[in-house]
């Protein structure tokens, strides 16, 4: 009887996170690759076929707007990396107690407002009559008006911008359970700094190096505004492309084959890093 | 200790001992390898170190010995660099270590939970200090090899850190501080971690291990078995300063402040007023009314003094009452009581003694040794015993102002 | 029955009730799929008030129009407002539009000839789907001050203009490059083969011009914040963008290009699903009748197709589009003919080579 009962609570606990991943995960899915294994053959009739997956490979635009999509987007978590690093070491190492929190919700601010607010407000300080290019103007760096935006470095601020947290978050993790002797005791046997932070720091965060690496990864890939509207007039973005096809074209084919193209390619770039890095997806979301 | 052609390669190192050498007149004997002047280390307002002054003897072992939270691992810090001194002096082989980095020390350590490497294994951890010297790979593996033999563990290079029992890391940890032949290895309650059975067995083997190497070991604890069994020289100390410094029999048989004589081993307290004096002896009332003859310790002390006596278990002789033996008669204090209880421990065993003189408190315990005779193998609770004890073996300190009330031993 | 379950049963019969109530209202709710400014809170207020109907405006586009009409097959809304080239060829594809009744729709509220010419670009197999609401242009939108010489869409590629415009990667624009280029990609529409050829001259041209773009712009506030900075100084959009401007500043102005001004007509149409015929009816001879229609105007900034909806309307919009519209311009505004479905495939190859190219 108790047994039982016991069964029946687990099940009502476990039926919405199953009735959640069907319905909004993996239905849509199933739906979505059926979907892309259409052809349109003529008006409001259609074949089963390949083409739209043949597309993506032979039309090199397609092909290119990819490579230089996750090609940014690694770059983007590269720097996030880089700048994350060291706040995240601040916070969980220097800055403990109410400096330390408040510098973590320096992280959240980004959230605290929407996307779309938080890219213009991004276009406010970075176009010609902005912010920056006036503070440039006023200091004498620059003789006219500068322009900052439409360019790649732009989505690069966007992205590093928005993505902070989640590197940040895991870093902090993952640095708090580093035990201060270790580094001590490096630093006794004779290691330099730079040889402590290869040799001991790196190698303990690198389970939050690596999930904070994946999410801002798969974030910068699959964001879609910060590059259309801080990007130049050549920066095409592949969820730009999967928007064009599923809303301008209609083409929902299309779209979807490059929804699921986009989802195996970068499981590809991810498992690629993971194995890069020495680093198993389990032993990742165990640690952090 | 070691020949020259072993000397690390690390730059700093060899120059400073070339320094040292040259600055040292000839009869370089007795420069001390750590020598502290006045060293302070002030957190804010609170004076973690205050003024402590010591030396450490070339090869032998030094131990730091206080309760928890005086200071101990704050002043290991300061010797490795880690903290610098809020003032004072701390020169090792007789130079002046103000502003010389951690990793620019000739003195390794040994941390409070070792500090292992869990992310490299065994070999790659003993070989870590090495490796930033950039001695060669084949003299590194060799070294390790060596260090890994001498500790009793040869041939486990390959093991992981994580599959090692306790007292294997512990040490893999001493190997991995010992291969830098450092002319100083400082110790920070290493032995902490481990079960009593371990703790007891590394006792022995860390002694062992720093007479086969013969580096010099300052070595901190809280627990005065360790110190007494492995130093050569021990420091008591207290609220940041140190209250004696001396060998191990020194601080057990000549205590020279009320606090070591309470810390160091165990002793039977009593809180009194001197009534009388003679020269160096006194007599006691305690304030559970018994009368002691004892001896001051330091000082002579004024009639009217409070003071503390303690009393070591086994220099308190006994003898059954009912036999009406004269067995104590002999000596200055006397003192009748009931046995409260036995507490076996072979030749550790202790008798709780309820003393009869005592006043309207209920009486006082006594904890006395029993002799290893054989004689009190049946001695059971209930019995009346007669106690005495020599003057000589009751010291007599003035009372601290903060000190514990009257209780039997420490 | 105990009286613990008789009381467990009057909360539940109490919150079956509250749970239908919606249902109930959702009978007299209309669900409109529009465009900003062509339902007014004031106006929605006044139809309320008429009917007891109520109005939930949602605001889109044509494409995100057809896009959710399509995923829901035709339902979510009562009515809705396409372009009227954009009607047929998604009906043909999709089917996510019901035929008017054209009998509920008061026709005397309509310019006759609109009205006519939009009944006919939206018949599709003899059934009209879509009447006429509002109409307007898009065009060049011009800071005279600094780019005087902009006349026609090929100015905006002069070299002394370099990295000062700005124009949408959309269909519009290659439809505008391709008559200021003398082509008639409208007349193409039905061979995909002379129409292919069209948009591979306009790529072409599109791409030369390419130094000269700014930013290819996507939403109206962008472009709009762009020519105000002094940014950006002539690019193609929209008449009323021009004319918002020139109330800010006198210098930009919309100006209807040499090659002509291309015309759209946003119309009503019912989504095939809607559950509220009857108010769709209500709403569209609501919003028609003049004095309605001036404050669409006045909203929107376009005028409509109420007969005798431009007497009320603000004389200085009348006058700016005066200035941008001297007759002989009106008269060669290009209407967008009904667009054939897959095409947008094709334009869409263009875009996004333009995109790519450096
Ligand atoms: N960084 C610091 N800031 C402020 N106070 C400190 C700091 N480090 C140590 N202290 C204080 O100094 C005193 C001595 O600390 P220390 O760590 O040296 O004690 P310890 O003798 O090693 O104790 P234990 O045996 O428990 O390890 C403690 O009261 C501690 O709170
Ligand atoms: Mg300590």
């Known amino acids: 009887m108790r047994r039982r009962e016991v069964g029946i609570s687990l099940y009502l606990l476990m039926t919405p996170l199953v009735l959640w991943l069907t319905l909004l995960i993996i239905l849509p899915h199933v739906a979505m690759f059926v979907v892309s294994l259409r052809e349109r053959v003529g008006v409001g009739t259609y074949a089963f076929g390949l083409s739209n997956y043949l597309t993506f490979f032979q039309e090199p635009l397609y092909w290119n707007t990819f490579l230089r999509t996750a090609i940014m987007s690694v770059l983007a978590t590269v720097l996030t990396f880089l700048i994350g690093f060291p706040v995240a070491w601040y916070i969980a190492k220097i800055a403990r107690g109410r400096l330390g929190q408040a510098l973590f919700l320096a992280c959240l601010i980004p959230f605290w407002v929407s996307e779309l607010v938080r890219t213009y407000g991004w276009m406010i300080l970075l176009r010609e009559s902005g912010v920056f290019s006036s503070l440039l103007q006023f200091l004498g760096l620059a003789d006219g008006p500068v322009e900052l935006l439409y360019n790649d470095a732009a989505i690069m601020v966007g992205l590093v911008y928005t993505s902070m947290l989640f590197m940040v978050v895991p870093l902090v993790t993952t640095l708090e359970s580093l035990d201060d002797s270790l580094v001590e005791a490096a630093y006794d046997m004779g290691a330099s700094s730079w040889a402590v932070l290869r040799e001991i720091i790196l ?21 879609y505004l910060t590059p259309i509207l801080l990007g130049g007039k050549s920066s095409l973005w592949f969820t730009g492309l999967i928007y064009d096809q ?7 084919e299309q779209g979807s084959a490059f929804g699921f193209l986009l989802l195996a390619l970068s499981s590809a770039i991810v498992w690629a890093g993971l194995r890069l890095s020495g680093q198993s997806l389990r032993d990742t979301m165990a640690r952090t | 200790m070691t020949p020259a052609g072993a000397l690390p390669l690390r730059p700093g190192h060899m120059s400073e001992r070339l320094v040292s050498r040259e600055e040292v007149p000839v009869s370089n004997v007795s420069v001390p390898d750590l020598e502290c002047r006045e060293v302070t280390r002030i957190f804010g307002e609170f004076r973690a170190v205050d003024g402590v002054s010591f030396t450490v003897e070339p090869g032998s072992f030094f131990s730091i010995l206080g309760p928890s939270g005086c200071g101990k691992t704050t002043l290991l810090r300061m010797i490795a660099g880690f ?3 809020t003032s004072g002096k701390i020169a090792i082989k007789g130079r002046d270590m103000t502003g010389v980095p951690p990793n620019r020390r000739p003195v390794s350590m040994v941390f409070q939970h070792l500090a292992l490497f869990p992310m490299m294994d065994v070999g790659r951890n003993v070989g870590f200090g090495l490796r930033q010297q950039g001695v060669p790979r084949a003299e590194i593996d060799r070294r390790v090899a060596d260090a890994l033999a001498r500790v009793g563990l040869p041939g486990i290079e390959r093991r992981r850190i994580e599959e090692l029992s306790g007292g294997q890391r512990q040490r893999v940890a001493i190997a991995r501080a010992m291969v830098l032949e450092p002319d100083l290895l400082l110790l920070d309650e290493p032995l902490g971690a481990l079960d009593l059975k371990l703790r007891e067995h590394m006792k022995v083997e860390l002694k062992k291990l720093q007479e086969g190497f013969g580096t010099t070991f300052v070595y901190i604890t809280h627990d005065q078995s360790e110190a007494m069994v492995m130093s050569d020289k021990v420091a008591v100390m207290n609220n940041g300063r140190f209250e004696q410094v001396g060998r191990p029999q020194d601080l057990y048989y000549r205590p020279a402040t009320a606090f070591v004589a309470g810390f160091v081993g165990d002793a039977n ?7 009388t004096t003679d020269g160096k002896g006194i007599v006691a009332r305690t304030d559970d009314g018994l009368e002691v003859r004892a001896v001051a310790a330091a000082d002579a002390l004024a009639p009217g003094t409070r003071v503390e006596i303690f009393v070591r278990p086994e220099a308190v002789r006994m003898a059954r009452a009912a036999a009406g033996s004269d067995a104590t008669a002999a000596e200055a204090n006397h003192a009748i009581g009931t046995v409260q209880d036995v507490l076996f421990n072979g030749a550790n065993s202790r008798v709780l003694v309820r003393l009869e003189q005592a006043g309207q408190r209920g009486g006082r315990e006594m904890d006395v040794a029993i002799p290893q005779t054989g004689e009190y193998a049946d001695l059971s609770r209930g019995e009346r015993l007669s106690l005495a004890w020599a003057a000589e073996a009751a010291r007599a300190y003035p009372a601290r102002a903060d000190g514990p009330s009257e209780e039997a031993g420490a | 029955m105990t009286r613990i379950s008789r009381r467990l049963f009057a909360c539940l019969a109490a ?11 959702s009978a007299d709710t209309l669900r409109l799929l529009t465009w900003g400014g062509y339902a007014p809170e004031d106006v929605v207020a006044d139809f309320e008030k008429e009917t007891g109907i109520t109005v939930e405006v949602t605001l889109s586009n044509n494409e995100e129009m057809i896009a959710k009409l399509r995923a829901t097959g035709g339902g979510g809304f009562d009515l809705a407002q396409p372009s009227q080239d954009r009607i047929t060829g998604a009906q043909a594809e999709f089917g996510i539009y019901k035929p008017l009744d054209l009998s509920r729709i008061d026709a005397s509220l309509f310019i006759p000839s609109m009205l006519e010419a939009t009944k006919k670009n939206t018949t599709l197999n003899g059934e009209v789907y879509g009447v006429p609401h509002v109409w307007g242009t898009s065009g060049l939108v011009v800071n005279k001050a600094k780019a005087p010489d902009v006349k026609d869409y090929l100015d905006l590629c002069d070299p002394k203009y370099k990295g000062r415009v700005s124009y949408r990667l959309k269909r519009p624009t290659l439809i505008a490059f391709a008559f200021a280029m003398g082509e008639d990609p409208f007349a193409a529409y039905g061979d995909p083969d002379a129409y292919q050829a069209i948009l591979d001259k306009v790529e072409q041209k599109l791409i030369e011009c390419k130094p000269n773009v700014k930013t290819y712009w996507s939403g109206g506030d962008e472009i709009l914040n762009l020519l105000r900075s002094g940014e950006v100084w002539a690019a193609m959009a929209w008449d009323t963008g021009g004319w918002k401007l020139n109330a800010e500043n006198p210098d930009i102005t919309f100006v209807a ?19 509220n015929d009857d108010a769709a009816y209500k709403w569209i001879n609501f919003v028609m009748r003049p004095e309605i229609a001036a404050r669409i105007t006045a909203a929107a900034g376009n005028f409509t197709a109420s007969k005798g909806g431009d007497a009320n309307v603000d004389p200085a919009l009348k006058a700016r589009f005066n200035e941008s519209f001297p007759p002989e311009a009106i008269d060669n505004i290009r209407w967008y003919p009904p667009v054939p479905a897959g095409l947008e495939a094709m334009e869409g190859a263009v875009l996004d080579r333009v995109k790519a190219a450096e």
């Open chain 2, 269 to 275: 307290r009593f809180v009194g007023k001197v009534v």
């Open chain 1, 246 to 252: 599923f809303i301008t074209r209609f083409n929902w």
């Open chain 3, 257 to 275: 290009p040499k090659s002509g001004a291309l015309g759209w007509i946003d119309t009503f149409a019912l989504p095939k699903r809607g559950r």
């Open chain 2, 83 to 85: 903290l610098e001194p």
């Open chain 1, 203 to 223: 190698p303990h965060a690198k389970p939050g190096i690596v999930s904070g690496a994946i999410v801002v990864f798969m974030l910068s890939l699959g964001n």
């Open chain 3, 15 to 25: 919150s079956l009730m509250a749970g239908a109530l919606p249902s109930l209202a």
